[in-house]
């Protein structure tokens, strides 16, 4: 059965700070590992990860994918509060499996 | 551009009564469609999913249907609801022939709670 854990569940942080979220899966015929951000309804689109240790960067967002030890992570430099969000990591193979997601609130 | 919508966004119903959600997607043709549901603590759970009209798999046995009557037109059914069909339903589009070919772009969710 294919399985994605993400890590911690959950996070709170001051604004400024520098968070990574964890994602690690075991999946069959991997295709790719995608990163949304969820706040209130639909989840949003991040980044989309096929390739071992090339980085994908948004703004203050950034993420790499390790297809060796098959994981994730997504870091956020510099939070803000607007980042305050759940954060769900799925892996692709013939259909997207979902982790439970990362709940992360950001402080004033 | 490409939009979807999901009606309605909120829905109370008695248990034992019917279920119809309805999905639609503009801008785009022949999408991949998916429906998704989120539950409490358990992240997105894939109900779901069609690759063309008429063309349905199923994900999880359970008392719930999907039909693809038009290309851009997704319904999650079902004839008696249970009280554990409460949750969060997304509707959601991609393109190409698997999921991980691209990413999948979300409605805004139908929150359904069987009393």
């Known amino acids: 059965e294919d399985k994605v854990v993400q890590s911690p569940l959950s996070l709170v942080v001051h604004e400024g700070d520098t968070v990574t979220l964890n994602c690690s899966y075991e999946v069959t015929n991997f295709r790719s590992l995608l990163w949304y951000k969820q706040e209130k309804k639909a989840p949003t689109f991040l980044f989309m990860l096929?390739?071992?240790?090339i980085e994908k960067k948004s703004g203050r967002l950034s993420s790499i994918l390790d297809k060796k030890e098959l994981f994730s992570i997504l870091n956020i430099t510099a939070t803000q509060t607007g980042d305050s969000a759940v954060y769900l990591c799925a892996v692709a193979n013939s259909k997207l499996t979902f982790g439970k997601g990362i709940t992360l609130s950001v402080r004033p | 551009s490409q939009t979807i919508h999901q009606w309605p966004a909120t829905l109370v119903q008695p248990v034992g009564s019917p279920l119809s959600l309805e999905c639609t997607v503009e801008?785009?043709?022949?999408?991949?469609l998916y429906w998704y549901r989120q539950a409490a603590g358990r992240g997105l759970q894939l109900l779901f999913y069609?690759?063309?009209?008429?063309?349905i798999s199923s994900e999880v046995p359970q008392n719930l249907s999907a039909s693809r009557p038009q290309d851009r037109q997704f319904i999650l059914s079902s004839k008696k609801l249970l009280l554990s069909d409460s949750g969060f339903y997304l509707c959601a589009w991609s393109v190409g022939f698997l999921a991980g070919e691209a990413e999948q772009f979300f409605g805004p969710g139908t929150r359904l709670t069987v009393l």
């Open positions: 801008g785009t043709s022949n999408p991949n």
């Open positions: 069609s690759v063309g009209i008429g063309q």
């Open positions: 096929t390739s071992s240790g």
